[in-house]
């Protein structure tokens, strides 16, 4: 069994990792951290662990922690990048679901994290954890940088027509919509249900963080600069992400050929489905599941392609694609603990 910590276990992204890797046939949960419920009984916290779980929040001990054969990190950003470097030391393999060590230049990243980053060596040696992209490398990781949330569905959408070159790479648009669950578990006044309740916002359309993330993958598969608009927005939802992306051939081309790239580059991949085109992709159909679902369309003689991209941010875009990174790691069924289904309706 590979021993797991958990830091950061009251958010919704570590509860959401205690519940896929209740039932995970390889992994026992060794350790869970919360500041603030130190001593309370897991079980207590969260009825439905209960019966799963004989254990109870610890504060983050580190000497604990590296106990650990792999530790996540559910914790905000600036959190990670101060305890990894003693953990990998340790031997402890590591998975972070915060940003600290998502972006390449750290310039970069201090500008939009506001804070300057503290493990500059780390951050040039993780490696992304997009396992579509990089599973090879996941495989001898210490340290894994799980994607954002926005991010993971973006860039799945977009890969095949970046890495086939059929798209003009200058002028992409990501038009993204995420249910309240992306912004965490902590109290704030904008994400109550009366103030996001019946309503639909754009936000961060000036320009939000995960744009530097976004462009960082879509650069890598497209082999140079790309320009993309990236908007998020906010629904009176809790799970689930739709981006809706935009991109213009440069040439003409049939939609079986569009078709046909998509089904070729995902034909392997156990947690992107490539739906028949024209279909349009729900939030329901991921809801609770490691999958991103997605479709392509194209109107009359329009040469933008649209590819409507849906995942579970807790899950693809958070707590199950850093356990796929860790099946990965490990050399585990990379299904494990990750083959339910969505719930659906
Ligand atoms: N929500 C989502 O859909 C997604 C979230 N993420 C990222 O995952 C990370 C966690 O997100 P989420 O679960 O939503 O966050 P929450 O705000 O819901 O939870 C944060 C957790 O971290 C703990 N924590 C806070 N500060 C510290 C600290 N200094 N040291 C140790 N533990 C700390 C908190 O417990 P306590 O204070 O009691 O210790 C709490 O358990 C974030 O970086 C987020 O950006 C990534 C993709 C999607
Ligand atoms: C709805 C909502 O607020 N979503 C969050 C998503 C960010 C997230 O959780 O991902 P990171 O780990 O990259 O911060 C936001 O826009 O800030």
């Given at each position: 069994m590979i021993k797991v910590g958990i830091v950061g276990g009251t958010g919704y992204t570590g509860v959401e990792?205690?519940?896929?890797?209740?039932?995970?046939?390889?992994?026992?949960?060794?350790m869970i951290t919360s500041r603030s419920e130190a001593g309370q009984p897991v079980a207590d916290m969260y009825p439905n662990l209960r019966?799963?779980?004989?254990?109870?929040?610890?504060?983050?001990?580190?000497?604990?922690?590296?106990?650990?054969?792999?530790?996540f990190f559910a914790t905000?950003?600036?959190?990670?990048?101060?305890?990894?470097?003693?953990?990998?030391?340790?031997?402890?393999?590591?998975?972070?679901?915060?940003?600290?060590?998502?972006?390449?230049d750290l310039d970069v990243w201090a500008k939009w994290y506001g804070m300057p980053h503290e493990s500059a060596e780390w951050a040039g040696?993780?490696?992304?954890?997009?396992?579509?992209?990089?599973?090879?490398?996941?495989?001898?990781?210490?340290?894994?940088?799980?994607?954002?949330?926005?991010?993971?569905?973006?860039?799945?959408?977009?890969?095949?027509?970046?890495?086939?070159?059929?798209?003009?790479?200058?002028?992409l648009v990501a038009d993204a919509k995420s249910g309240a669950s992306g912004a965490g578990r902590q109290g704030k006044i904008g994400m109550l249900h009366g103030e996001i309740g019946e309503s639909f916002k754009a936000y961060g359309a000036s320009g939000h963080r995960h744009l530097p993330e976004i462009r960082q993958g879509l650069e890598l598969a497209a082999g140079g600069r790309v320009g993309v608009t990236f908007v998020p927005h906010l629904l009176p939802m809790i799970r689930g992400?739709?981006?809706?992306?935009?991109a213009e051939v440069r040439d003409p081309v049939s939609f079986d050929t569009l078709q046909g790239l998509f089904e070729k580059r995902y034909a392997n991949e156990p947690f992107v489905d490539v739906m028949p085109f024209g279909a349009h992709p729900e939030t329901r159909s991921v809801r609770g599941a490691n999958h991103c679902r997605m479709a392509l369309h194209r109107q009359e003689d329009s040469p933008v392609i649209i590819v409507s991209s849906v995942i579970d941010n807790l899950v693809k875009g958070a707590a199950g694609q850093a356990v796929q990174n860790m099946n990965i790691m490990f050399g585990l069924e990379e299904t494990a603990g990750l083959a339910a289904p969505a719930l659906l309706p």
């Open positions: 990792l205690l519940r896929i890797l209740a039932t995970h046939p390889e992994v026992e949960v060794a019966g799963y779980y004989d254990l109870a929040f610890t504060e983050p001990d580190e000497a604990t922690l590296a106990q650990c054969d792999l530790v905000p950003h600036g959190v990670a990048m101060r305890m990894v470097p003693g953990l990998i030391a340790a031997g402890t393999r590591v998975v972070d679901l915060s940003a600290d060590f998502r972006i390449r040696r993780a490696v992304y954890g997009l396992p579509e992209v990089f599973r090879e490398q996941i495989r001898e990781a210490q340290l894994v940088a799980n994607p954002g949330c926005y991010p993971t569905a973006v860039q799945l959408g977009f890969l095949p027509l970046l890495e086939s070159g059929l798209v003009n790479p200058a002028h992400i739709e981006a809706t992306l935009y």
